[in-house]
């Protein structure tokens, strides 16, 4: 056995890429699969940011940038800050990335310690927890209920807070559940922080834009009392069907910033030039391929919540925003793990188990409805079939 660091041994990993991996194993076997597994948008990214990027290679873009990025990017992205929310940013505070993950990393490993603790969504995006342990902090789950509609209740993360905490992450929309928080219960949160003055906040707000029935995004930035002390992760990946590109964006605290900048240049240098070109277009050029994709996203949601409600043993809550449903299999008699698998191997449907994304997530599958309404209906019709009656 090869002797890797301690910190290696509890890294965790993301199960939707070994999902995906067996999903094209079985593809290539001849076999018909439908994936609801992937958490990406099933649109290509709009022509003219490709052209952008295009444009920038042949205008001879090819060296580094500065490791925060190229400082109109920095603009752009302050500028469409001011636009859709009516907040500042100073453009000096905001870190260009490599993909929205790479803050996480960031911002955990800047404030993960051994004998701090971290306050994470459970179920959630599976890499808070993976890197808290890998940061070598104790991870302290934030509990997310069916019943609340998966959003988090502020008491609750309030009681979990102890002198050791040092970082709060939070994901509204979110990813597995789609749950959306709603403001008042953030109000109560900002306002009970105001007790804890040492405690940061990363924000994960990669599915700002994707929200649906007009609930409205709740950025952390618009309270002022959070201003020095939240981390903004954000980026292009959902809102412009960017995933492949890497290119993420944050906002640090004044006091954070250089630990950030430093990291970036230790680890990545800076983020490929033309994919910063491409960038500046999606937020300055024609935002109707966003609404074209919401109205789609809508659409399916509808289909697909209606749907799983009517499989037996299934429940599903409507999500709020991004484009997952999290519904609950209990009823099935089956676990996540068992669920997921049987509808993969016997039903061709690859989706997540709830589990993967932390162990709040049993009695729970996540399915993506990045995909065709065609596709979803013909997915629960296989599903239908494979059930225990
Ligand atoms: N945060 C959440 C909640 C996500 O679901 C994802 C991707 O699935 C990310 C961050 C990472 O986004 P990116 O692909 O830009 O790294």
């Known amino acids: 056995?090869?002797?890797?660091?301690?910190?290696?041994?509890?890294?965790?990993?993301?199960?939707?890429?070994?999902?995906?991996?067996?999903?094209?194993?079985?593809?290539?076997?001849?076999?018909?699969?439908?994936?609801?597994?992937?958490?990406?948008?099933?649109?290509?990214?709009?022509?003219?940011?490709?052209?952008?990027?295009?444009?920038?290679?042949?205008?001879?873009?090819?060296?580094?940038?500065?490791?925060?990025?190229?400082?109109?990017?920095?603009?752009?992205?302050?500028?469409?800050?001011?636009?859709?929310?009516?907040?500042?940013?100073?453009?000096?505070?905001?870190?260009?990335?490599?993909?929205?993950?790479?803050?996480?990393?960031?911002?955990?490993?800047?404030?993960?310690?051994?004998?701090?603790?971290?306050?994470?969504?459970?179920?959630?995006?599976?890499?808070?927890?993976?890197?808290?342990?890998?940061?070598?902090?104790?991870?302290?789950?934030?509990?997310?209920?069916?019943?609340?509609?998966?959003?988090?209740?502020?008491?609750?993360?309030?009681?979990?807070?102890?002198?050791?905490?040092?970082?709060?992450?939070?994901?509204?929309?979110?990813?597995?559940?789609?749950?959306?928080?709603?403001?008042?219960?953030?109000?109560?949160?900002?306002?009970?922080?105001?007790?804890?003055?040492?405690?940061?906040?990363?924000?994960?707000?990669?599915?700002?834009?994707?929200?649906?029935?007009?609930?409205?995004?709740?950025?952390?930035?618009?309270?002022?009392?959070m201003k020095d002390r939240t981390i903004l992760l954000d980026g292009w990946s959902k809102t412009y069907a960017m995933t492949g590109w890497r290119l993420g964006f944050s906002v640090w605290p004044k006091a954070l910033f250089r630990h950030a900048e430093k990291l970036a240049i230790n680890n990545h240098s800076c983020v490929n030039a033309p994919t910063q070109f491409a960038g500046i277009a999606a937020l300055t050029g024609p935002q109707d391929a966003v609404g074209m994709m919401m109205k789609a996203f809508d659409e399916r949601r509808r289909v697909i919540v209606s749907e799983l409600n009517q499989l037996p043993g299934f429940r599903c809550v409507e999500p709020g925003g991004a484009f997952y449903a999290f519904p609950n299999i209990e009823g099935t008699g089956l676990t996540a793990k068992e669920l997921q698998s049987k509808m993969l191997e016997e039903a061709g449907v690859a989706t997540i188990a709830g589990t993967s994304f932390g162990a709040h997530g049993e009695g729970f599958i996540r399915f993506s409805y990045a995909n065709s309404t065609e596709n979803i209906r013909e997915a629960i019709k296989r599903i239908r079939t494979i059930l225990p009656r």
């Open 1 to 225: 056995m090869v002797d890797v660091a301690e910190r290696m041994t509890v890294l965790g990993t993301e199960t939707a890429f070994e999902v995906l991996a067996r999903a094209q194993a079985l593809a290539a076997q001849g076999k018909s699969i439908i994936n609801l597994g992937i958490g990406q948008p099933d649109f290509k990214t709009p022509p003219h940011i490709v052209e952008a990027a295009i444009k920038a290679m042949r205008d001879g873009h090819h060296g580094y940038t500065p490791a925060n990025g190229i400082p109109a990017l920095r603009e752009s992205v302050a500028a469409d800050i001011k636009r859709r929310q009516d907040i500042e940013v100073d453009p000096d505070l905001i870190m260009i990335m490599p993909g929205g993950k790479v803050t996480m990393y960031f911002a955990i490993m800047i404030l993960g310690d051994k004998g701090r603790e971290i306050l994470y969504p459970n179920p959630g995006f599976p890499i808070y927890e993976s890197v808290i342990k890998h940061s070598g902090a104790t991870p302290v789950p934030i509990p997310l209920l069916e019943k609340n509609g998966f959003a988090f209740s502020a008491e609750d993360v309030l009681s979990r807070i102890t002198p050791k905490t040092s970082l709060i992450i939070l994901n509204s929309p979110a990813n597995p559940t789609g749950g959306a928080v709603p403001k008042a219960e953030f109000d109560k949160l900002v306002k009970g922080l105001e007790k804890h003055p040492g405690v940061y906040v990363m924000s994960d707000e990669i599915y700002g834009q994707m929200l649906y029935d007009g609930r409205e995004h709740v950025p952390m930035l618009s309270y002022p009392s």
